[in-house]
């Protein structure tokens, strides 16, 4: 058990500053009197207790965390949080442990899939919780442990290695692993408290426009409505949610360093950037041009007005609303379903495949095509000026080969219990993109608690193994792992 000791310290100390950020909700619900105070009083005294429990008889271990120490712990993270994040639902609504989980899993995986309704009169400070958690897990909870743990005595490099998304896992933006996460949380919050003022400007209440910076930053897709976000009904707002979702889905290293060093030439280096925002403005105009061919919409200024917005939340993995889009012709939904799997960058909030690595992909499938025609031509994969390492080349094969795997195969377990292949495809897909909203039963209109609780279950694994780009978790389920 000692072997474990680092993981078990680390976790603890996590669950305990975990514990901390429920006295937040705590604390506003008690002001407002909303009535949920008692949910958080027991759920932060729960939490503290195991976190203390965890990190009592491992407290003078001061061993580095290995490479082994830090999947098993981000893993941990993951899996775990979830369940302490879901005691103020379990405890204050009327839901099953299952959809609880769910919740929280959603809420920390920004993925934003919900069993609720009743949004608009439910507790201020529940809403509260379920978009804080969006942005805590928006950047990443581990992330923000780097920042704190080396403080407590406990190295993070390890850990940001198995969270850090994208294939470019060596890039480091400080030499001090600590300052980097630190770095990338102050632009986070920079941008966080931008965005929720801009909304308070064009018309949000203010506690509305707090939650949904928070949703909208993380790319999660929590309202504090049921119509999500066209209650509000205003195209300010949409602008504003759009600029902002786009920011997030940019590289957070980027932004990092266009800040740093006060200058727009990251975003003209980025390599992802043109991809991300050509393949986006392509895709909205096609969709624009389709959708009134096919008689969808009358005019083009309302056209493009909501498949723009739609187009970039989901591509995003926002999964914010302003009408039913489960409406419009199938291909519409389908592809901007399909956007969602690609189009956000490594290091941003989104979920998929990152747009790095459909990049290399790209290139990859373009040599093979050139050395069939000249065998001997010599044909490098390259990201701007810099060639691919072939590791790196092949680990984004394999990646590509088991997150299509994973689709198909959990597709075809929910359809197996009894889901039509539409909803069973898409809420797999929503799930493993962290998007959120998928089609026909899970669509922007409805919520996941038509799901049984078997399939409620799969669509948080699916969640669980997007957040952690599929790799990180099935290292630890692996009987190697477990071998000294």
């Known amino acids: 058990m000692e072997r474990y000791y680092p993981v078990v310290r680390a976790f ?19 002001w407002l009197a909303d009535g949920a105070h008692s949910a958080y009083d027991e759920a932060f005294l729960l939490t503290l207790a195991v976190g203390l429990a965890l990190w009592w008889p491992a407290r003078d271990c001061r061993t580095e965390l290995k490479v082994r120490d830090g999947f098993l712990l981000v893993v941990l993270v993951w899996t775990l949080l979830p369940f302490f994040g879901s005691l103020p639902l379990l405890l204050h609504l009327d839901i099953s442990f299952t959809d609880a989980y769910f919740e929280a899993v959603s809420g920390l995986t920004a993925t934003g899939a919900t069993v609720l309704s009743g949004l608009d009169t439910m507790p201020l400070s529940i809403n509260f919780w379920r978009t804080f958690m969006h942005w805590m897990g928006g950047m990443g909870v581990v992330v923000l442990a780097v920042a704190i743990l080396p403080l407590l005595g406990i190295g993070g490099r390890q850990m940001l ?9 060596e890039n480091s933006l400080t030499p001090r692993i600590a300052e980097t996460a630190k770095g990338l949380w102050g632009v986070y919050l920079i941008l966080t408290v931008a965005c929720g003022l801009t909304l308070w400007f064009f018309g949000m209440a203010p506690w509305d426009a707090l939650m949904h910076a928070f949703s909208v930053m ?18 300010a707002i949409e602008l504003t949610v759009m600029f902002f979702a786009l920011l997030s889905g940019l590289n957070y290293a980027t932004h990092f360093l266009a800040l740093h060093g006060r200058s727009l030439n990251p975003y003209r280096n980025d390599p992802e950037a043109p991809y991300f ?15 009134l061919a096919v008689g969808t919409f009358e005019h083009f200024g309302a056209a493009l007005r909501y498949v723009a917005f739609h187009s970039i939340s989901l591509a995003t993995s926002l999964g914010l609303s302003t009408t039913d889009y489960g409406q419009w012709p199938f291909f519409a939904q389908i592809w901007m379903l399909f956007l969602g ?5 490594s290091g941003s909030t989104g979920g998929g495949i990152k747009m790095i690595r459909a990049m290399i992909l790209y290139k990859q499938v373009y040599r093979e095509l050139m050395r069939a025609m000249h065998p001997n031509v010599v044909w490098p994969v390259r990201i701007g000026e810099t060639p691919v390492p072939q590791n790196i080349l092949f680990a984004v094969l394999a990646f590509s080969f088991m997150y299509m795997a994973s689709i198909v195969s959990l597709t075809l377990v929910m359809s197996l219990s009894g889901l039509e292949i539409v909803t069973a495809f898409s809420a797999v897909v929503a799930s493993i993109n962290n998007t959120g909203p998928g089609l026909n039963l899970v669509g922007p ?17 699916a969640m669980l193994l997007g957040r952690l780009e599929i790799f990180t978790l099935l290292v630890v389920l692996t009987p190697a792992f477990w071998r000294r």
């Open 12 to 30: 603890g100390l996590l669950l305990i500053c975990f514990a901390a950020t429920l006295l937040i909700p705590l604390a506003i619900s008690w």
């Open 218 to 235: 993380g790319l999660g897709g929590f309202s504090t409505k049921d119509a999500s976000l066209g209650h509000f009904d205003s195209f």
């Open 445 to 461: 209109s409805t919520t996941y608690a038509v799901l049984t609780d078997f399939q409620t279950w799969v669509c948080s694994f």
């Open 277 to 291: 925002l050509g393949l986006l403005a392509a895709s909205i105009l096609a969709l624009t041009i389709y959708l």
């Open 161 to 169: 290695r198995a969270e850090t998304p994208g294939p470019m896992k």
């Open 341 to 345: 799997s690609f189009i956000a960058c």
